[in-house]
């Protein structure tokens, strides 16, 4: 995808919102942008993946991770991704987390004020 066009700037911006260069899947993998898979190919046939939700195959292995899907949940797909470098209790421990990651990253911190506090909860 062309990193000047509509869509490619759209999908940077999706990026930088939602990854953080702190995160072990992104310090370690300077090509994980460029390895997100928008497209199927199976059986010659080109199948376009920009509408599908988000995922993350995180691994170590041959090329490493990367994201496949499109901007639908990507959110919860960089929360699972920083998620993996995490240690984490239990069965749902990265679903907990990924999800709480994502929360996170996608609210709008600049609208926090601080509260003043009233005489009478002193």
Known sequence: MDATSNRGRAFLWA????????DLVVSEDPLLLRKHQFLVLRGGVVKPRLHE???VNASSERAGSYFTGGFASFGNAAGRAAAQSAKLG???GEAI???QM???RATDWSKLREMKTC???R
Do not use: I, N, T
Not at 15 to 22: G, H, I, Q, T, V
């Open 90 to 92: 239990g069965e749902h």
């Open 97 to 99: 987390v990924s999800k």
């Open 119 to 121: 005489a009478s909860f």
């Open 15 to 22: 990026m930088a919102l939602y990854l953080s260069p702190d």
């Open 102 to 104: 994502a929360a996170l």
């Open 53 to 55: 939700p988000a995922d």
